[in-house]
């Protein structure tokens, strides 16, 4: 099969992208190359109609492997499998039970729970949990912002009953002090204190990311894409300086951030806009040095933590 893959392009010569241009400009017949085939984005970038090789040459990404540092082509080695995820607003927790196992049963492998502050208790966890195997799919929740720290403890308690192994379990509780003074208009609450209690009510959950940058709100709000992920990255980073500031290691920080991205259908600068996120989250994430906090293979050369650099996403259509 490669031979003759290999015979079948030999019967082709090279055409240069002079060769292309002057066929081009003798189809447009005189019309404006420009303003006729050069697509001018809402971002600010010209697309051209098409790209050559020469067009890579100096780019750096293009070294870029998969599930290495600065992660611009995702960041795992080995798949780049994403989740599932299905939203379900909890009016009743054992209503909202018969619906995710329904679900689950369906290919689900991510749940989120949007929870009353008032309902909440133990049973209320118990119920809504019944019959889920949390080592087997992710589980997200979000509160109003006054109830994270309580949410996280009584979740710690189910699962450590359940005698769940606490280090595989993934899933995110949205705390999003920013988000709420966006869209309110106001700040409330004590961020730094209320993170602070949220990191160690979550200390035995690993994998749990609870520290949210939640962009979809920029996105639905009609934010260009580069606005969302610049605002998003800035977002981002005033957790870590101000947690860190407050004496909460880098590393710790940077693996509790979750970033929930909207996307619109816009298809080729979206991918670009996950992949530029990546990269770029990664070397802000390294610019605080983060030490790694345990033994592993991932470390920078001045032993930085790679593994805090990994941009956790979550992605929802606009």
Same mark, same amino acid.
């Given at each position: ?82 989740? /599932? ?8 927790? @054992? +209503?909202? *039970? #018969?619906?995710?196992?329904?679900? %689950?049963? $369906?290919? /689900? ?8 502050? @008032? +309902?909440? *208790? #133990?049973?209320?966890?118990?119920? %809504?949990? $019944? ?188």
């Amino acid at each position: 099969m490669a031979d003759s893959k290999e015979k079948l392009f030999s019967d082709f010569s090279p055409v240069s992208t002079e060769q292309w241009m002057e066929k081009v400009t003798a189809d447009l017949k005189g019309a404006d190359f420009e303003k006729k085939l050069v697509w001018r984005t809402n971002e600010g970038f010209k697309v051209k109609p098409f790209y050559r090789m020469e067009d890579l040459e100096g780019l750096k990404t293009t070294d870029a492997l998969p599930g290495e540092f600065p992660y611009l082509r995702g960041t795992k080695k080995d798949n780049n499998e994403w989740l /599932v995820r299905q939203e379900i607003k909890v009016e009743c927790p @054992k +209503e909202a *039970n #018969a619906k995710a196992l329904d679900i %689950l049963n $369906k290919g /689900v492998d991510s749940l989120s729970f949007h929870v009353k502050a @008032k +309902e909440l *208790n #133990a049973e209320y966890i118990e119920t %809504l949990l $019944k019959d889920i195997c949390a080592e087997c799919v992710e589980l997200n929740f979000s509160i109003c912002q006054g109830h994270v720290v309580e949410l996280a403890e009584l979740l710690v308690a189910y699962f450590q009953k359940k005698d769940y192994d606490l280090t595989k379990l993934q899933g995110s509780i949205n705390y999003d002090y920013f988000n709420k003074m966006l869209t309110k208009g106001k700040e409330k609450g004590d961020m730094v204190a209320t993170a602070k209690a949220l990191l160690e009510a979550t200390a035995s959950l690993p994998k749990y990311r609870v520290l949210n940058v939640n962009a979809l709100t920029l996105n639905n709000a009609g934010s260009y894409i580069f606005q969302e992920l610049g605002y998003a990255l800035a977002w981002g980073n005033e957790y870590m300086n101000q947690l860190v500031d407050a004496g909460l290691p880098a590393a710790m920080v940077a693996k509790k951030i979750r970033f929930n991205f909207g996307i619109s259908s816009n298809y080729f600068l979206e991918i670009a806009k996950f992949r530029a996120a990546r990269m770029l989250w990664a070397n802000i994430v390294a610019s605080y040095s983060p030490e790694c906090l345990r033994d592993c293979d991932n470390k920078g050369k001045d032993n930085e933590c790679r593994c805090a650099a990994k941009m956790k996403i979550h992605a929802e259509t606009s």
